[in-house]
């Protein structure tokens, strides 16, 4: 008792998850790693020295976190 799947023109099609995610994000980019396209970031400071009992200078760095987890050093932006 299979009824065959007749697509009729002009009918929206049903509103799934992705529809209404896309829905509610907005115009702003998203920051994602190119290698993995990943979410999750890390700052990390590179090159800083200890003076007077405090860190100071370095270079900041957004890294990839999940690529980071896996020995990886990939900078973001």
């Not at 099609?13 to 995610?21: A, D, F, T, V, Y």
């Not at 994000?25 to 998203?30: E, K, L, Q, R």
């Not at 994602?32 to 009992?53: D, F, H, Q, S």
Request: glycine content about 12%; aromatic content about 2%.
């Amino acid at each position: 008792m299979n009824t065959p799947f007749k697509v009729i023109d002009g009918t929206p099609g049903p509103e799934g998850p992705l529809k209404r995610m896309k829905a509610s994000v907005s115009d702003t980019p998203i920051v994602r790693c190119p290698r993995c396209t990943g979410l999750a970031m890390i700052e990390v400071k590179l090159g800083m020295v200890w003076k007077n009992g405090k860190t100071t200078g370095g270079q900041k760095q957004i890294v990839c976190a999940t690529c980071l987890a896996r020995g990886e050093h990939v900078v973001v932006g």
